[in-house]
């Protein structure tokens, strides 16, 4: 019998309770159903799998890829009927075996290493790996990959994960226990990669029988299970590594994934040939996905619609000035993909102007969100109200987002330490288009609150290190979530050890005892709750002007379906197929 | 890269010519006028720019924005409804500061150096034609890139990157020059009569030998009006708001398709003083070098 | 061997510099590779592993070591060796130089001569007008013009990119070629006009006239050599001299070349990178220095290489 991921919704456990999209609040919200009724919907693992009040509502109809609106998995055993798994673009229309396609970017993968992982690499080479816990299309939940079950001990310090039997590698070799001790030990290990943070609880891991593996942790961790599905915990073939020698593991993998990496030439391009021995049985569709390179956009456009490739997926690469006109040929789709894409601005709150939280407060009600999206995003982006992005898992939907505002915003200013207005600096990436419209749409916005900005296009590798220098009073940042727990992007913006909050030198002992909570509390309830305050006390200090989160935009020609965009970022071409 | 080569070119064909009244040859120059009438015009129009603008270049009006060149907005607008003649007017002063300022130094720097070098032989020649090597050795854009990256994008470390690199060609120039006119008659004579080194070099060398620098030093107004465009296009070169004619080109790239009068019409810009610049060093050619005609 | 040691000497000598200046620009890599997302910890954590923590003087001695094993380090951003990236990309850039001379050389000859003979003519007139407004135009404007017309409206070539096969490259190689010609054509079209003038004004020219030799052979036998001889210089000159200059044009049209690498690398700080590929392409021009000089040593019987 086929088991998809996706109508694993009878199946799947959630430590750290449910996962509710800001899309899913909001529709149901739309329903009818107040938060603390979805909010009930959050069930605790305690070492089962509880099942969900049948109370809980599906949001039927598959993820359609051009509007905004998500399904959520239901976590509610024998009733996978009703529930509809959040799939790919036709969920239910099975595909058309066969076929090569042909993707454009406009960069290239830098490494094959999955502990060495940039975007480049994660969204292609999701395809190639995987983990034991995967994250499920909704982008809050977490799914089975290659461990179906998972329990958590009742003192929450061990992990029990039932292994799929079956799987093997791309090569026919069977998966064992051994490559996954070996792969997790390995990334907990690595150093030069940057992600091995997400093992750091990890205390030992071992095989305690032929299908089963148990971790124990340092301490109680309510992030784990979600900091085991990020991408440096794919479990990689150990004897193909120490076959090849674990630095070819840059250019070369073995994984289990519905495809294998083929071929890679570096600045061309990167082709992924079908996995045999998948374990989703019929899956994939597609034969053949060849990724190019194209590094101008315009050229990227031309041959989409001159029919030499198939898709443009690369990361921003669609410029948004020429949606509309795409949406007009009918030979072309424009998808836009949920993605956790939150942009802002950061401030550097240690030296004055902005040490004054008045100042601050006046920026955001300065800033015309609503005018940004419209004119420089062609309206292809929703408001953010919270240093989380819209939808992610403990996002408080209904904290409303600062208000366009003039009056209000001068009389902040008139109230602050600089009522008869300021200069300060902004720094920009030198030569990234958005980045410089944005700047000097702020600039025309904040000169209304005798705000001068003062736009500074620098090296994108100064900005960084000025970035990490604090060598700066304003600039753009963002994030995307790599794990579906708040704990990373927390870690990052409220808890100062790790990056001195975004680099922005603001520190609020609330948010941070509150935080620190959060890691330990296992009820998902209570998690949220401390997670609501956490965002209030930010958007009240506000050390950022929130902007907006932007989808993922793809362009494909009309034959081309099934093609998911994740959350998390990454190309699920499990089901992507060609319409003959 | 086409200054060195340029150099180059003057090596290939230098001799000196028996002196015509400069007014007549001035006169006779069509190449001089033409290119001195026009590049005067740009002149004008940068000075006067406040005056004859239209709009403000900064100001933004997302009512009208990329709309085509109409009586309105004779350019057009770019997509922030800033009116493009406007930004390309004031374009004007920042490409023409831009090409004079970035010749000065390596001029003078490298006028000097070469001259030492020349003139005293020696290891100091070693010396300076030694650093001229590595200097030249270095693709030119990978050096400039390398510095601006350094220093911080922008017009300043332009002018600072090409005055670290661009010397070399005016040294190597004007030594190649004065190693031939040291050896004539007059310079004996006026160490003879007992002028310093440096009142020999200055007074009566340099100015014999200073043309051909002159004649490129023009044509590399016009390369470093070329090479801030090309640093806008890396996003290295003049920052934004920054009416600066190349920005204005590479801004305008995604709009190739639907709003093509935003890149082309500072190209256009960018071409007139190219070639005004050209006519006016040829014009100069003509005066100061008439057997290269 | 004299020569060889004369390449050696010049690149030792950049070398320091190099090494020097890059380590000079503000911008850690560790920042870069470790990503966006890594905590202060993390980013120290990859300086380390990556040996960028160590003091320059070190590093130094590291890169020393491995270039006398002709080893030229291991890509930061790519974690494959330096020369393999470079092996991949090189070619590319070569072939646009290559196609570049072509172009240029085939376009310059006989327009530079014809200029000069007809010299002051409508065609010397046409030529040189349209010269003057060639030379002046930002290359990466006329790229994007090119492309616009040539490639999209009439299809006529590819719009980006490298292609694969031989006739493939050479279609892909067409637009980017011809964009940089158009800046280089004008200062040989120049130069062998003003060569070719000053020949047929020389002393022998107007002895071999006096002798009663035909137009046409006093041009070909007299003038045309001697103007070509120091023209070729020029020639190898210009086409040293893009070596490492193709990077606005591997830009605009996509192309995988070396250029382009080299400055995705400064951007990403990636300096084992950015020091092979600098000291390759100054070897090139050096080399290609030479080989102009050695060219004309064999044409000019009066020139002996010293």
Redesign the interface.
């Known amino acids: 019998m086929r088991e998809t991921l996706d109508a694993r919704s009878d199946r799947y456990q959630q430590m750290s309770g449910g996962r509710l999209t800001r899309r899913a609040l909001l529709r149901w919200s739309a329903l009818g159903l107040s938060t603390p009724a979805i909010a009930s919907l959050l069930a605790a693992c305690g070492g089962s799998s509880a099942p969900s009040p049948a109370a809980t509502t599906a949001s039927q109809g598959g993820v359609t890829p051009t509007s905004a609106a998500v399904t959520i998995n239901q976590n509610t055993p024998g009733a996978g009927a009703a529930a509809s798994p959040s799939a790919a673009a036709s969920p239910q229309a099975a595909g058309t075996p066969g076929g090569s396609v042909t993707f454009l970017r406009s960069v290239d993968s830098t490494s094959a290493d999955p502990v060495l992982w940039h975007n480049p690499d994660i969204w292609p080479f999701d395809s190639v790996y995987q983990t034991l816990i995967l994250v499920g299309n909704d982008g809050i939940s977490l799914v089975p990959g290659l461990a179906e079950k998972w329990d958590l001990s009742s003192d929450g310090l061990t992990v029990t994960f039932n292994i799929r039997q079956g799987v093997k590698f791309s090569d026919g070799t069977p998966m064992t226990n051994d490559d996954i001790i070996w792969s997790l030990q390995r990334a907990q290990a690595d150093t030069k990669g940057g992600w091995n943070f997400s093992l750091k609880q990890m205390k030992t891991i071992t095989a305690t029988d032929a299908s089963t593996i148990t971790v124990t942790l340092t301490g109680v961790w309510a992030p784990f299970l979600s900091d085991v599905s990020l991408f440096n915990c794919s479990i990689i073939a150990k004897a193909f590594a120490q076959k090849i020698g674990e630095a070819n593991l840059t250019s070369q993998a073995m994984g289990t994934g519905p495809f294998s990496l083929k071929e890679w030439v570096r600045a061309d391009h990167v082709t992924l040939v079908k996995n045999p021995s998948y374990w989703e049985q019929g899956l994939p569709y597609l034969d053949q996905i060849t990724l190019k390179q194209v590094p101008n956009t315009n050229s990227q456009i031309l041959q989409v619609q001159g029919g030499q490739a198939d898709g443009i997926i690369g990361q921003g690469d669609v410029p948004l000035n020429r949606v509309p006109d795409l949406e007009k040929d009918t030979k072309l789709q424009v998808l836009k993909f949920l993605s956790t894409y939150n942009n802002f601005v950061i401030l550097n709150t240690k030296n004055a102007p902005l040490d004054d939280v008045k100042l601050r407060q006046a920026l955001n009600y300065a800033t015309d969100k609503q005018a940004i999206i419209t004119t420089i995003l062609y309206g292809n982006a929703e408001v953010s109200n919270s240093f989380m992005p819209n939808g992610m898992l403990y996002w408080n939907k209904d904290q409303p987002a600062y208000p366009f505002d003039l009056n209000q915003a001068n009389q902040l200013m008139a109230q602050s330490k600089s009522p008869n207005g300021v200069t300060v600096t902004f720094q920009v990436s030198a030569g990234n288009a958005l980045q410089v419209q944005l700047a000097t749409a702020l600039k025309a916005m904040w000169a209304k609150i005798k705000v001068d900005l003062n736009i500074q296009q620098l090296d994108s590798a100064v900005v960084r290190q000025n970035n990490l220098d604090e060598k700066y009073e304003s600039m753009l940042s963002g994030w995307t979530n790599d794990i579906i727990d708040p704990d990373e992007l927390v870690s990052y913006a409220i808890l100062p050890d790790s990056n001195d909050d975004y680099h922005t030198g603001w520190q609020d002992p609330q948010a941070i005892s509150l935080a620190h909570q959060a890691q330990t509390t296992l009820d998902p309830a209570k998690r949220q709750q401390l997670y609501y305050q956490i965002q209030q006390i930010h958007k009240d200090a506000a050390p950022f002007v929130y902007l907006f989160v932007l989808p993922y935009i793809d362009v494909l020609t009309a034959k081309v379906k099934g093609f998911f965009h994740h959350p998390m970022g990454q190309y699920v071409f499990t089901r992507t197929y060609l319409q003959s | ?2 200054a ?3 150099a ?2 003057s090596l ?2 230098v001799r000196l010519v028996p002196s015509q009244r400069w007014w007549q040859r001035v006169l006779r120059s069509r190449n001089l006028i033409i290119g001195a009438t026009v590049l005067g015009m740009l002149v004008l129009v940068a000075l006067l720019a406040p005056l004859i603008s239209p709009s403000d270049p900064l100001a ?1 009006d ?1 009512s009208a ?1 990329t709309q085509p060149p109409s009586l309105a907005h004779p350019f057009g607008t770019d ?2 409804g800033r009116d493009i003649l406007s930004r390309v007017i004031y374009g004007t002063r920042i490409d023409l500061q831009v090409g004079i300022i970035s010749v000065i130094s390596p001029f003078v720097v490298g006028i000097l150096l070469g001259a030492l070098a020349a003139y005293y032989g020696g290891w100091i020649d070693t010396l300076i034609m ?1 650093l001229v ?2 200097v030249q ?6 050096l400039i ?6 220093l ?3 017009l300043t470390n332009m002018y600072i990157a090409v005055a670290i690199i661009a010397w070399v060609v005016y040294a190597r120039l004007i030594r190649s020059e004065i190693l031939v006119e040291k050896e004539k008659e007059y310079v004996t004579a006026a160490r003879a009569v007992g002028g310093n080194d440096w009142r020999v070099i200055l007074h009566h060398i340099v100015p014999n030998t200073i043309t051909t620098c002159v004649v490129f030093a023009m044509a590399d107004i ?1 390369l470093y009006i ?1 090479l801030a ?2 640093l806008s ?4 070169g003049a ?3 920054s009416p600066e004619w ?1 920005a204005m ?3 305008g ?6 709003a ?1 009068w935003m ?2 019409l500072p ?1 256009l810009a ?2 007139v ?3 005004a ?3 006016l060093g040829d014009g100069l050619a003509d005066i100061l070098r008439p ?3 | 061997m004299s020569r060889g040691r004369y390449i050696l000497r010049r690149l030792s000598q950049m070398v320091p510099v190099l090494f020097l200046l890059l380590r000079l620009i503000p911008g850690d890599p560790a920042i870069l590779l470790a990503g966006d997302h890594a905590s202060d910890a993390a980013i120290a954590q990859v300086r380390h592993a990556y040996g960028l923590d160590r003091p320059i003087w070190v590093q130094y001695l590291y890169f020393m070591r491995n270039l006398f094993e002709l080893n030229l380090g291991q890509s930061l951003s790519y974690h494959i060796p330096v020369a393999s990236l470079i092996r991949q990309r090189l070619p590319v850039s070569l072939s646009v130089v290559v196609f570049t001379a072509l172009i240029t050389t085939v376009v310059s000859l006989p327009l530079g001569l014809l200029a000069a003979l007809k010299k002051d003519s409508w065609l010397d007139n046409v030529v040189r007008s349209t010269l003057m407004i060639t030379m002046v135009m930002p290359s990466f404007w006329i790229g994007i013009i090119f492309i616009i017309i040539l490639s999209i409206n009439f299809g006529l070539f590819p719009v980006s990119g490298y292609g694969t096969g031989f006739g493939d490259h050479v279609k892909h190689l067409f637009l980017p070629s011809l964009t940089i010609s158009l800046s280089l054509a004008p200062i040989l079209i120049r130069a062998l006009r003003a060569n070719v003038l000053e020949t047929m004004r020389a002393d022998y020219t107007r002895t071999a006239r006096a002798k009663g030799l035909s137009e046409g052979k006093v041009v070909r036998t007299h003038v045309l050599r001697n103007a070509l001889i120091p023209w070729v210089t020029l020639l190898g000159l210009s086409v040293g001299s893009l070596m490492g200059g193709t990077v606005i044009t591997e830009k605009v049209f996509g192309l995988p070349g070396a250029g382009a690498l080299m400055i995705d690398s400064i951007t990403a700080r990636d300096y084992p990178v950015v020091q092979a590929s600098t000291l390759i392409f100054a070897f090139m021009v050096i080399l290609v220095n030479l080989t102009t000089d050695i060219i004309y040593s064999f044409i000019d019987p009066r020139i002996r290489f010293g």
Request: charged letters at 10%; zero cysteines; hydrophobic letters at 50%.
């Open positions: 890269m086409s060195e080569v340029s180059d070119l290939a064909a933004q997302y924005a997509e922030f030694r090597d590595v050795g270095f693709p030119f854009i990978v890139v390398a510095i601006v990256a350094a911080g994008p922008g016009a070329l465009a090309s296009f890396l996003g290295l920052q934004p708001p190349g080109i590479t801004e790239q995604n709009f190739m398709t639907t093509w890149s082309a190209g960018i071409i003083t190219g070639v610049l050209s006519f057997e290269w005609r």
